[in-house]
């Protein structure tokens, strides 16, 4: 019951992200006098036709409940309609601009209504980030430093585990032990650690706490390593750690924090692809790879969060996040993408100042966006895949 319930829970959050998405584009095309031939929640093929306005708009429930859109006149880049004046072609740049952004602009609406409301009533952090390192610090997902700073999380030292047969062991530290200073300079952090150890090439004093009191040790590094795990002795984590702001200052948040999400979204995309293109190490990509995860992920994500039981405010921040990546993919100059079209009809605004001539003929293009759409399902293909196989393999 709990799995259906879930997965029901996951396609409506992704119905009602997707509608607002799409009803941001149908609003400024219909503002702008731009004909929309349908208005579809779901992939093709059609399941319903629920309604049809008197403008000519239908409106439709589809097969596959993960998307979405909005057909327009004048999308598909058809030069027999190109002039004519409900075509989406015809109008200025402005308003061309307005209808292929209203749909990140309602995702990013959509995050507002829910973190305005959240920071108003008081909201407590997912959770916090040791996967992936970032410059971004949200207040939502805050990196371990941030969470230990802001007293989410409390410490006691930096803790050693070392791995057999490495210099760490062979020096005689032993599992968990506190690492209280080296050479006479106190470690605050793991980072610190892990820069001076890869400075010296000489013995170095390692003072630690064990239960049977201080001891030092000495050790020296190989190619500034000791072969040793290392992270924070965490003694307390604060459960009943919330924001809460007033009304003016939960808009101010909404504002910095959606920001700072969008940001970080930027930042684990680029590590992702990194890793996956050029990984330092062969695991990585394999690491870069399994982290991928996409609609059946989030749906098993929903189902998990069911079980456990989690406040419905946890629900709608994850919700609100998910809008925000949307927001944030879509703006990809990626073809298909509205990113990708806006783009495109940048191009042609320049090119249009300093001549007559198209910057790229009508049909080329269409092709081009043709190409991306096929990508980005062979991409959603294969991140289903990877769904499927760990959630299988669990």
């Known amino acids: 019951m709990t799995i259906l319930l879930g997965i029901l ?22 503002k702008f006098g731009v004909r929309v031939d349908e208005f579809g929640i779901g992939i093709p093929p059609r399941a319903k036709e629920v309604w049809k306005d008197k403008s000519g708009t239908i409106y439709t429930l589809n097969w596959l409940p993960i998307g979405g859109f909005v057909k327009m006149k004048g999308e598909e880049m058809n030069e027999s309609w190109a002039h004519d004046k409900d075509s989406l072609s015809s109008k200025n740049f402005w308003q061309q601009s307005a209808v292929i952004l209203a749909g990140v602009i309602m995702n990013f609406f959509f995050a507002f209504v829910v973190f305005s409301g959240l920071f108003m009533i008081g909201v407590e952090p997912l959770g916090i980030n040791t ?27 930096i803790v050693l585990s070392p791995l057999t047969g490495s210099i760490a062991q062979q020096s005689g530290i032993l599992e968990n032990d506190i690492l209280v200073s080296i050479d ?4 605050m952090s793991p980072e610190d650690m892990i820069t001076t150890v890869k400075k010296s090439t000489t013995s170095m004093d390692f003072t630690l706490r064990w239960t049977g009191g201080i001891r030092t040790v000495s050790v020296i590094p190989k190619d500034g390593k000791i072969g040793s795990y290392v992270g924070y ?24 924090e959606t920001y700072k999400e969008s940001m970080m979204t930027l930042e684990l995309l680029g590590t992702l692809i990194k890793r996956i293109i050029t990984p330092r190490i062969p695991t990585e990509r394999t690491e870069a790879v399994e982290s991928l995860g996409g609609p059946i992920a989030i749906g098993n994500l929903f189902v998990n969060l069911l079980d456990a039981k989690v406040a419905f405010s946890v629900i709608l921040l994850i919700a609100a996040l998910i809008s925000i990546n949307l927001g944030v993919f879509n703006l990809l100059p990626f073809p298909a993408l509205d990113g990708g079209r806006f783009v495109f009809l940048i191009i042609h605004r320049i090119v249009g100042i300093f001549s007559k001539k198209k910057a790229l003929h009508g049909k080329i293009e269409q092709y081009i966006h043709i190409t991306g759409f096929s990508l980005l399902i062979i991409l959603s293909i294969f991140i289903a895949y990877q769904d499927i196989v760990k959630i299988l393999l669990k």
């Open 9 to 30: 829970l996951a396609l409506l959050i992704f119905s009602v992200i997707v509608f607002f998405h799409e009803l941001g584009h149908f609003s400024m095309a219909k």
């Open 131 to 157: 996967k992936f390192p970032t410059q971004t610090e949200t207040k939502l997902i805050p990196s371990f430093q941030e969470a230990v700073r802001i007293g989410l999380v409390k410490t006691d030292g």
């Open 184 to 187: 006479g300079k106190d470690i």
């Open 233 to 256: 002795n965490i003694i307390h984590i604060r459960k009943d750690f919330r924001y809460k702001y007033g009304f003016f200052e939960s808009i101010k948040e909404w504002g910095i």
